[in-house]
């Protein structure tokens, strides 16, 4: 009786275990075997029979515990540290990490990568400022924010918009118990924009309610969910939460395998729960939909990335020949076509702020670019920045890579240390001693490029080609004033855009008249209005 006892005892011990952990149930994770030895291993000391002797001084086993528990405890044993060693080791398996990453192509210039933007389309919303915006919306509602709380926002692109997205959560048990059905909605702020900040509670006059979530308990958990519908036999990574494009919420889980022993993570494929219903749709990589932005986990790439430079002259390379390392962690960034992809900087172990290239990693694909050209380390490029304002003590957010006007440019906020937005940077990717700062977008870029043309466009000599100069006269023209600072927007006859200079470029912008005749010369983008690098009134020089 004892013996059963003490077997019911284990099992619902290994029960609970098990469901609070859910361990993948396959070769190559380490999990189901630890809770299998752990639970052998209790087994173990609690049939051991214990009593003591005639003296009452000692102790004596009574009863040893059979020969087929300790022979099952050694293979378990063996399992978690022999095997392990053996097919996972670096040390062992060289090459193969080494080309986890997959085929690793070498681009020309990283800005025909990167598709040229608009000024009204770069994000200048960072995830800590979203998360700051959407506190500030809940806390607008004090009945809402004392019974849920903000999720992690992820960023995404719906209806070619930038959008941060996070989903409102549970607080706690009793909340949860309370509202089994779910949370009531998301919040959507624009990375465009920090005035547009959204409380999404209904879609089509339907209420939204987030019942699958990782805040949830029981089976309303989403990997619980997720792990007991089907998918306990595979690995599960990167819950993220994106919606569709009319704004339905999803939850996107990374299927994955290990292709190295009890390492080498590789993505297989995603699951697309829907956080409303539970309603789970599996996809292969190709056959995923497109609203899905991100597929490949920044936690593989990384892992993937590093190897591929660490161990490209092999294990035993400690003169670290030709080893290369990544930066600063992965951004997500859009190029062309809408991609998105992960991007980083790769420099050499050792080196701190200079880097030997740059790679972008399709987030969907994964294939994978490397621009081999020496440029600014994103944390050079934060340094160059603040020390442009070091007087303020203001703060630059994570650099986001754009082309600027066939520029390769880093673009990041200037924020106090409230976290609010205080001025704009703009940084040469390949000197980082051309920065351009602002207190809008607008005049961030008239100072970075005013930087960028006094520098003799050492940095992009090729650019040439991409700049116009047009003689015409002056058909329009109007001044505002932005923070202090005046800029002058002119039309000329015969050309469809809107120019805009101010007295940095020349002193005689503001003595232009209507019917001056100017030659004009900027460079050629996609903007409306446009940014003038030189100007010259032929009128007053005529005078």
């Known amino acids: 009786m004892k013996k059963s006892l003490l077997v019911v005892f284990l099992f619902l011990l290994g029960f609970v275990v098990f469901y609070l952990n859910l361990p993948v149930l396959q070769y190559g994770f380490y ?57 996972t080791a670096t040390i062992f398996h060289t090459s193969s990490y080494q080309k986890m990453i997959g085929t690793v192509e070498n681009g020309e210039k990283i800005s025909e990568h990167i598709a040229p933007i608009s000024m009204d389309k770069i994000r200048v919303v960072d995830q800590e400022l979203a998360y700051l915006l959407g506190e500030k919306v809940i806390g607008s509602q004090p009945a809402l924010g004392s019974q849920i709380k903000l999720g992690n926002f992820s960023i995404q692109k719906v209806n070619n918009e930038l959008y941060w997205i996070a989903p409102l959560l549970h607080s706690g048990f009793f909340k949860w118990l309370n509202n089994k059905e779910g949370t009531p909605g998301y919040v959507m702020v624009s990375a465009t924009n920090e005035r547009d900040v959204k409380l999404v509670q209904n879609i089509d006059g339907k209420a939204v309610n987030i019942k699958y979530q990782p805040s949830s308990y029981f089976q309303s958990n989403i990997h619980r969910h997720v792990y007991f519908n089907g998918y306990s036999t595979i690995g599960l990574a990167d819950f993220t939460f994106e919606i569709d494009e009319k704004g339905n919420p999803f939850w996107v889980i990374t299927t994955y395998k290990k292709e190295i022993g009890f390492s080498g993570k590789n993505t297989t494929g995603i699951l697309v729960v829907d956080a409303q219903s539970g309603a789970i749709q599996e ?93 600014a380390t994103e944390f050079a490029a934060q340094s160059s920045a603040e020390g442009k304002v070091q007087e303020k003590g203001y703060k630059a957010s994570l650099p986001i890579p754009y082309n600027i006007n066939g520029i390769p440019t880093y673009v990041m906020t200037l924020k106090d240390d409230g976290g609010l937005v205080k001025m704009y940077a703009m940084v040469a990717i390949n000197d980082y001693t051309i920065v351009g700062v602002g207190n809008s977008m607008r005049e961030t870029l008239t100072s970075f490029k005013s930087v960028y043309n006094m520098a003799g466009n050492k940095i992009n000599p090729g650019n040439v080609a991409a700049k116009k100069s047009i003689l015409s006269v002056i058909s329009r023209v109007q001044s505002d004033v932005k923070n ?15 120019f805009v200079g101010s007295s940095q470029v020349s002193n005689e912008i503001p003595l232009t008249v209507v019917g001056d005749s100017v030659k004009v010369s900027f460079d050629i983008d996609n903007e409306q209005v446009i940014d003038v690098t030189s100007f010259d009134n032929l009128n007053l020089k005529s005078k």
Do not use: C, H
Not at 351 to 368: I, N, P, Q, Y
Not at 484 to 498: L, Q, V
């Open 283 to 375: 996809y292969a990589i190709k056959d995923s939909p497109s609203w899905v932005d991100r597929i490949q986990p920044a936690e593989f790439i990384e892992e993937q990335l590093n190897d591929w430079g660490e161990l490209v002259n092999g294990y035993w390379n400690f003169s670290n020949t030709d080893k290369l390392q990544i930066t600063e962690g992965l951004t997500l960034v859009y190029g062309q076509n809408n991609k998105s992809y992960w991007y980083t900087g790769l420099t050499s172990v050792g080196s701190d702020e200079s880097a030997v290239g740059f790679v972008l990693v399709d987030t969907r694909t994964k294939e994978t670019t490397f621009y081999k050209q020496s440029g």
């Open 484 to 498: 202090g600072n005046s800029f002058y927007y002119f039309t000329i006859k015969d050309y469809p855009n809107i």
């Open 31 to 87: 999990e189901i075997a630890i809770i299998v030895l752990v639970v052998l291993f209790i087994y173990f000391l609690l049939s051991l029979g214990i009593d003591v002797d005639k003296s009452g001084k000692k102790f004596i086993i009574t009863s040893k515990p059979s020969k087929i528990l300790l022979i099952t405890m050694g293979l378990v044993f063996a399992y978690l540290t022999i095997v392990s060693l053996v097919t």
